[in-house]
Structure formats: C-alpha cells, structure tokens
C-alpha cells in the first residue's frame, strides 16, 4: 500500500475549460493583468492582495482568499500580453491539493475573444481520494470563474 500511494503523490491531474467572450482580447487581457485585484470581479476570491514589490509581469506575486475557503499563494511564471498568461500556485491552505499551474490562452480580436484555462495540479491527500470529484468541483469553479472573466471584460470594454 505504501508504494501506491508514494506513486500516486507523482501524478499530477488536469482540466481543461474555455469559453468564447463577447469582448475584444485587449478588455479581457486587461482585467487578468490586474493580478493583485482578482478579487474585485472574481466571485470566487474573496481577498486578494499583491505580495511582492512588482504587481504585473513574471516574477509578480498575490495572495488569495477563497470562498468560502481556502488561501492561495501565487506567482506569474509567464506572461504575453493580450496571449497567455502563466500563474503557479505556489501553495494551497486548507485545500484538497498541494501546488497547481493555471495557463490562460487568448484567442480572438476585436469584438470576442475565447479563453481557454488548463489547469495542472498536485492533490493532497485528501484530493488524491477525491480524484474525480474534485476534477469536478474545479471545472465548475473554472467554468465560474470564465463567466465572472466575461462579466469584467464586457464591462471594461463598455466602459471603453
């Protein structure tokens, strides 16, 4: 038993959602590079705050607090404007996984823009159980947080 599960701490699991937005790359690109600032559009984040000197770009770091629970540590790994956007979750309290890396690609132009998220991550203990259903609960949390990402973007692009 014990090497099935140290088997098993070397997996790492993945999803995979997008979604077309109705508003051009450069309002989307511009509501993701607001990194420290998740929170004001994300209604899955209910704190955020820049951790480090720097609040855009690689090297950029934030801490997140989740609802209804859970914090996040997270630091840019790549970042190409109005493209992709890298972010590693450097830690995870209070969560099913240990470490994560979310990759944000843009496509699209001036008048829609399609999002696509994949996400990689480390479960815990807890989340190695939960396997499926944890694949579940993030797709939903992503496909949650694309619609919240559309709300944002179509507002700023409005806003002009």
Avoid at 89 to 108: E, H, Q, Y
């Amino acid at each position: 038993m014990c090497r099935r599960l140290t088997r098993l701490t070397d997996v790492m699991r993945t999803i995979n959602v997008s979604r077309a937005i109705r508003a051009p790359k450069s309002a989307v690109w511009a509501v993701l590079a607001d990194f420290p600032n998740i929170a004001e559009w994300n209604s899955g984040v209910k704190k955020s705050f820049a951790t480090g000197d720097t609040s855009e770009g690689v090297g950029a770091t934030r801490h997140c607090d989740l609802a209804p629970v859970g914090q996040l540590e997270e630091t840019i790994a790549e970042w190409r404007p109005e493209e992709k956007l890298v972010v590693n979750i450097d830690t995870a309290a209070r969560l099913p996984l240990k470490r994560a890396v979310a990759t944000f690609t843009l496509d699209g132009g001036e008048t829609s823009t399609t999002v696509r998220v994949d996400y990689a991550y480390e479960p815990g203990l807890l989340g190695r159980v939960m396997g499926p259903v944890l694949d579940r609960q993030l797709t939903k949390g992503f496909a949650g947080f694309l619609a919240d990402l559309e709300t944002a973007a179509e507002t700023r692009a409005a806003a002009g």
